[in-house]
């Protein structure tokens, strides 16, 4: 199941790198860069917990984009695979079964820029 945090329809940077199989830490200085343009909108960054291909849980500092966001970021990050990012959000729309986060085990701090 997607670790989608469901609540405010909101994705983190660290799922979309994962889906686009990009570098988690590039990612975090372009949208840092995207985020000085008012038109991107404000941005939080947050502490995420994530299982490693390894079964280990691990912690990242990464950003939660809204949907609008997630796309434009996604778009710069790969153009050619940021139909994953539209096919995954298609995806959480169209499931309403989907159980909201526990915010308490994804969010640790929230930090606003």
Do not use: C
């Not at 343009?37 to 280990?56: A, H, R």
């Not at 298609?90 to 309403?96: P, Y």
Request: charged share 25%.
């Amino acid at each position: 199941m997607s670790q989608l945090v469901t609540m405010n329809q909101t994705i983190t940077l660290k799922e979309i790198t994962d889906l686009l199989e990009v570098q988690h830490s590039n990612a975090m200085m372009i949208v840092k860069k995207m985020s000085t343009n008012s038109e991107f909108g404000l941005v939080t960054k947050i502490s995420y917990q994530y299982q490693k291909s390894n079964g280990t849980m691990a912690e990242v500092e990464t950003y939660l984009l809204n949907k609008r966001q997630s796309i434009a970021a996604a778009s710069r990050l790969n153009p050619t695979l940021v139909l994953r990012i539209i096919d995954h959000w298609e995806e959480l729309e169209n499931d309403s079964t989907e159980p909201l986060a526990d915010y308490n085990t994804k969010l640790k701090f929230e930090l606003r820029f």
